[in-house]
């Protein structure tokens, strides 16, 4: 039987639609329903990969954790990473299918892909009780509808009761929510069964008039007002999720000689940064200040520099040096600690070549760091991985076999140069061959990984503060995160919300469902993959 299907659309991007998803994905399956996400095209360079490898979007992976359930290459069969001028590597049914500029994309995506989208929904909808189908954008672009393959033409594909999601806290919230359904052809704002207004906050009576209004002119109900519900510190899209980069409210770290303040960590914000969710977990450490910067001044008091995942790392590394921050990591290394992690692992290196022109064609000397050097290559490497540290310390500290878990996505191959010394032995989950992983200084004070998701593990990110605490003679942190724990909490806080906040009855009528509160608050017996 062909699952129901419900569409979460936006009025533009950013406006809630992957939390929403998510927060559905929960509420079903706490009511018994067997529930899967679903979004056939996404653009970002936040991705994960599937237990058998295959590379999707983030914000679906953490719907399938919301659902209770693995991640499949089906959820999200087209990711489009942007690589600049105008391009992107398409990345179809979890491996690289090309790279196209917007033009060319935009004219192929109804001939040559929907078919493969709704064959995937069509595998997704023959597994599950429900699917809870995301759009991307605004279903209104009406200079792109006639090759769109995520919004209406989807939702008219699985015969979608949608939602139209539209974000008060950006301001015209009526004005958008009306354009974007007089937008739409009659046959399409039939499918739209109601709206909700997101991110509120202030007295929800003053509201009242305005959705009474938009009731009326646009013969829809409002199911709800969401409330702006801040730190959830759940995987976000895009960048326009990401903490702000030297943000003047945050103001630079000073000298201080207190061994109890927090551990000083600098992500250096590439303009290819990607996979910026591997330091939401050292971010929520109540021992860790994490910052984002693109200012040299800013690392003068750093007591970690890490350099993070980039989409384009040769690009990366000629920006790092045209803006003095090259140099400000080379002078931070020779007293401090440094991190490189997949693309930031490869620049710490001593070349990055690109023979045939993956990335950027020739060859560029890294910041010669790790004894190490990288080759792009056509064929990506995706897999999660697990192994443990191969030396029993971290930072000149006992750190007696640590383990470590993760995910590599990455199309560089790293070759070591005589007398290198491995960060990690790993393997995959689908296989019992062991490898080696990443490089460790020969001073110990810099290492470089291509284990995304690295500090989500909390075994590793606590021995890793330990350890970085005790190299930088502070006293130990006081107490630590579980992260897991803590993403489990934020998504029953989302749905919790969500269900308080929306007419439920009414939302699961539209599929012909039947709500019961008796299973409402049933949180804690969520399953886990």
């Not at 690589?83 to 049914?93: A, E, T």
């Not at 790279?99 to 599950?128: C, G, K, M, W």
Request: charged letters at 15%; aromatic letters at 6%.
């Amino acid at each position: 039987m062909r699952a129901r299907a419900i569409m979460v659309l936006g009025t533009s991007s950013h406006v809630g639609k992957s939390l929403l998803t998510a927060a559905l994905c929960r509420i079903f399956a706490q009511q018994g329903h067997s529930v899967a996400p679903f979004k056939s095209q996404n653009m970002s360079l936040n991705s994960a990969v599937t237990p058998d490898g295959l590379e999707i979007g983030r914000a679906q992976a953490l719907q399938a954790e919301a659902a209770g359930i693995l991640p499949s290459v089906h959820m999200n069969p087209i990711l489009l990473k942007p690589s600049g001028n105008m391009s992107s590597q398409v990345v179809v049914r979890g491996k690289i299918w090309g790279n196209l500029t917007a033009s060319n994309y935009h004219l192929r995506r109804v001939e040559e892909l929907f078919p493969i989208v709704a064959d995937s929904y069509e595998t997704l909808a023959s597994q599950h009780d429900i699917i809870i189908l995301e759009g991307a954008g605004s279903p209104a672009e009406i200079n792109l509808k006639q090759h769109d393959i995520v919004n209406m033409r989807m939702a008219s594909h699985a015969n979608a009761a949608c939602i139209l999601v539209g974000d008060i806290d950006r301001g015209g919230v009526f004005a958008s929510l009306f354009g974007t359904i007089a937008l739409l052809d009659p046959p399409e704002q039939n499918l739209i069964r109601g709206f909700l207004i997101n991110k509120f906050r202030g007295d929800l009576s003053l509201l009242d008039s305005g959705i009474r209004m938009m009731e009326d002119r646009l013969a829809k109900p409002c199911i709800g007002v969401l409330p702006y519900l801040p730190q959830l510190n759940l995987d976000e899209e895009d960048s326009l999720g990401l903490p702000p980069i030297d943000a003047t409210t945050t103001p630079p770290w000073l000298p201080s000689n207190d061994p109890t303040r927090p551990l000083r960590v600098a992500v250096i914000a590439l303009p290819s940064f990607s996979n910026f969710t591997d330091f939401d977990a050292l971010h929520a450490e109540p021992s860790v200040s994490l910052q984002l910067t693109r200012d040299p001044q800013r690392l003068a008091h750093a007591d970690i520099l890490i350099l993070p995942g980039s989409k384009q790392t040769a690009n990366d590394l000629l920006w790092l040096r045209s803006t003095g921050l090259a140099a400000a990591v080379l002078h931070h290394t020779r007293t401090r600690l440094t991190i490189g992690i997949c693309g930031g692992m490869q620049m710490l290196g001593q070349q990055i070549l690109d023979p045939t022109g993956i990335e950027r064609a020739g060859t560029l000397p890294g910041l010669g760091l790790l004894p190490i050097h990288s080759s792009m290559q056509p064929v990506k490497t995706t897999r999660i991985s697990s192994g443990h540290l191969i030396a029993p310390s971290l930072f000149n500290q006992p750190t007696p076999r640590t383990a470590i878990s993760g995910y590599e996505i990455h199309v560089g191959e790293t070759h070591y140069l005589p007398h290198a010394i491995p960060f990690a032995t790993l393997q995959t989950e689908a296989s019992q061959h062991t490898f080696t992983d990443g490089c460790v200084s020969t001073d110990a004070r810099t290492f470089g990984t291509y284990m995304h998701g690295l500090f989500d593990d909390d075994t590793f990110r606590h021995a890793f503060l330990t350890a970085a605490r005790a190299s930088l003679n502070l006293a130990p942190a006081s107490s630590f995160t579980d992260w897991k724990q803590q993403r489990e909490a934020a998504l029953n806080r989302l749905a919790d919300t969500v269900r308080a906040s929306l007419d439920m009855p009414q939302l699961f009528s539209w599929v012909g469902l039947t709500y019961t509160n008796a299973t409402a608050h049933a949180t804690s017996e969520q399953p886990q993959p």
